[in-house]
């Protein structure tokens, strides 16, 4: 054969391969777009709660001290026990000062006979004078010596009214009602009047106050969103609280909150809110450590999107994927509040109406074609989970 054919042959016969490669190549079929589980976001009414740690502190609290100095004769009370306002608690040696305040009286006893002779006298001068029968110098003296008497009268009443309340001091009473803490002082123990140190402690359980520190951006926050109408607060305009124990149990009873601080301490950039708690079990001591969660009031416009659809960067930074109106997914960061059940509040990021892939984020790859199907929207909570971080924080 003649080498110029040959050669041609060859040539046509590598070109028929390499078509028939690409012809294969082609006729490779496309992979469908992956399905995923999708949900579109809607605004909805939404309870705005801040989780907060805080103590408590007695609503009302009283140190019983003596007021007289004297033996204690006499407890009257249980330790430990409710006891109320009036109450008598101990007895002091009443020897003393009964006859203190029995030398009183006898003092405007003889007071009191001194300025009715003082007075008689003065009402006969005052005829003789008229008759001058005395000179007007005996008439001013009869009128002075009962001015005087009457003087004595009221000096002698006034040591009789403080020997009468010395003597009512060596009863003590409890000044409040509440339960009462171990006795300090002992049957047959001297204790003095105007002593520091404390008999006993009356505190008073029911309700019981729970003091929290509000950050001062959060405050800020709150007056924003209540200007704009975001948050609308109650209709009675009080802040409802609920505690959570330190245990982690829910506390039955909701309490309300009370105050906040006009002044920001400069050490925690914080304001002292506190809230009034009902205790009528006593299951609140002062001093236990507790979460309260402020129900700020109701948010009529928020996004709450699926945890299982939030993800993290490495920076920390929220994102969820996003399927656009062509069924492209696109990787988007969005910023994050509160966590509501299984859901975040959305402050930032996504908008009514757009669609957040829920399920089979695994799949996803950016701008790539995805399959979506709707899933089940989130329903609203009405409270915060317990755990959860301040919103906007």
């Known amino acids: 054969m003649h080498p110029i054919p040959l050669r041609r042959f060859l040539v046509s016969a590598v070109a028929l391969l390499a078509l028939a490669g690409c012809n294969r190549k082609q006729a490779t079929p496309q992979l469908p777009p992956q399905t995923v589980g999708v949900i579109t976001l809607h605004p909805q009414a939404v309870t705005i709660h801040t989780s907060l740690p805080g103590r408590t502190d007695a609503f009302e609290i009283a140190q019983v001290r003596p007021q007289v100095t004297g033996v204690i004769q006499k407890r009257l009370f249980t330790e430990g026990a409710d006891v109320t306002v009036g109450q008598q608690l101990y007895q002091i040696d009443p020897s003393r000062y009964q006859a203190a305040y029995d030398t009183a009286r006898g003092q405007l006893a003889e007071a009191q006979a001194a300025e009715v002779t003082a007075r008689a006298k003065l009402e006969r001068y005052r005829s003789l004078v008229k008759a001058h029968a005395v000179s007007s110098q005996e008439y001013d003296d009869a009128l002075a010596a009962e001015k005087q008497a009457q003087g004595q009268i009221l000096s002698a009443k006034g040591q009789v009214e403080s020997a009468e309340v010395n003597l009512g ?117 002062p001093g236990m450590y507790v979460h309260a969660q402020l129900e700020e009031g109701s948010d009529p416009n928020s996004l709450l999107v699926p945890q299982q ?55 996803v790859k950016p701008g790539a074609k995805v399959k979506p199907e709707e899933a089940t929207t989130p329903p609203a909570a009405s409270s915060p989970d317990a755990a959860s971080q301040n919103k906007g924080q």
Request: glycine share 8%; hydrophobic share 40%; proline share 5%.
């Open 309 to 363: 659809a939030v993800s993290h960067n490495t920076h920390g930074d929220a994102q969820v994927w996003v399927i656009k109106p062509d069924n492209t997914a696109e990787l988007r960061q969005i910023q994050i509040g509160q966590a509501y059940g299984e859901n975040w509040l959305v402050t930032g990021g996504l908008k009514d109406g757009e669609r957040v892939v829920t399920v089979g984020v695994q799949k």
């Open 169 to 285: 001091y060596t009863k003590m009473y409890a000044p409040i009602s509440g339960r009462i803490s171990r006795t300090l002082v002992t049957v047959g123990a001297l204790v003095t009047a105007n002593q520091t140190d404390n008999t006993a402690i009356v505190t008073r359980l029911d309700p019981i106050y729970v003091d929290v520190n509000l950050p001062a951006i959060t405050l800020l926050r709150l007056k924003r969103e209540l200007a704009q109408g975001r948050i609308t607060r109650q209709p009675n305009g009080e802040v409802p609280v609920t505690l959570t124990l330190e245990d982690g149990s829910t506390y039955e009873h909701v309490g309300r909150m009370a105050l906040s601080e006009v002044n920001v301490d400069t050490s925690t950039a914080s304001v002292v809110v506190r809230a009034i708690m009902p205790n009528p079990d006593k299951l609140l001591l």
